[in-house]
């Protein structure tokens, strides 16, 4: 029998994941660098990336933390540059960073105005600032791979008290659908990954209503999403752009 053919490798590339320090940004980080991908492991608090990265360099990975925040441009502008003199480049941009801390969930007719920003400036400005810092350099090289994470609350309407939220992550699947079409001609994929939820064994048992919801019969892991965008970001994958891809174990059917 002919070798079997090796794909989705990530060997030699280098990975910018976002909000990395734990949850679902650890679990794509690991699951990218267990693909060979050298990965740097962004978060907010710097104990959290320091603990991922830890975790991957155990495990036999390439890693490195580097905390800044995404909502800070002059912060990211900086952070590129560091990569930039570390690792070389920047061929994968994973936008995953989220609210810190737990969101605030009421109906909108009770949120009062100076609430509104908040999901915007990690969501969106954080995906427009690292899109803006990385888009260059992938030009330049006719190569790159962007990934931003949404969740299936930016495409449903939902009474849950989490409209502006939602509202932000479908700004998201709206900004990278153009940023696929400007750079496809450079060779760049762009594309949004979509959540149901992902929870620890723990919080999914708190509430198995959710679980019995959902056609697999389980909330999501970590890894899940991980193991979708170790494909996107391939380089198999270059003839799939401007897509939005739901990873929600049949919770959402759209
Ligand atoms: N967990 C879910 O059920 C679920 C469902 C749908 C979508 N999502 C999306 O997945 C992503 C990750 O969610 P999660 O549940 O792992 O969140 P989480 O809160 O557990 O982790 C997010 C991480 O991002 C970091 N972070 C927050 N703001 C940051 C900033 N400005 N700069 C850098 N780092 C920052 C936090 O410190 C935290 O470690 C988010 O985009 C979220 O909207 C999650």
Not at 51 to 72: H, M, N, Q
Not at 117 to 133: E, H, I, Q, S, T
């Amino acid at each position: 029998m002919d070798e079997r053919t090796k794909m989705f490798e990530l060997d030699g590339k280098v990975a910018l994941v976002t909000g990395a320090g734990q949850n679902v940004g650890a679990g794509i980080a690991r699951v990218l660098a267990a693909q060979g991908a050298t990965v740097v492991v962004n978060d907010f608090h710097a104990d959290r990336a320091e603990r991922t990265a830890k975790e991957i360099v155990a495990a036999g990975g390439a890693a490195r933390p580097l905390s800044f925040d995404v909502s800070d441009f002059d912060a990211v502008t900086a952070a590129v540059a560091d990569i930039a003199a570390h690792e070389g480049r920047v061929d994968i941009l994973v936008n995953n960073a989220g609210p810190d801390g737990p969101m605030t969930m009421a109906p909108f007719s009770e949120m009062s105005a100076d609430s509104w920003g908040k999901p915007f400036a990690v969501n969106v400005y954080g995906m427009l600032n690292c899109c803006k810092a990385v888009i260059g350099g992938m030009i330049d090289r006719g190569h790159g791979r962007i990934v931003t994470i949404t969740s299936g609350a930016g495409q449903q309407g939902l009474d849950i008290g989490v409209s502006t939220y939602a509202a932000a992550k479908a700004g998201q699947i709206g900004f990278m659908r153009h940023l696929a079409a400007e750079n496809g001609p450079h060779g760049i994929t762009c594309n949004t990954v979509s959540l149901g939820l992902v929870l620890s064994d723990a919080e999914a048992s708190a509430v198995q209503r959710l679980v019995d919801s959902i056609p697999v019969r389980r909330m999501g892991k970590p890894e899940d999403p991980g193991y979708l965008i170790a494909y996107l970001v391939s380089d198999e994958a270059s003839w799939i752009t401007g897509q939005t891809v739901a990873v929600n174990g049949g919770g959402l059917m759209i």
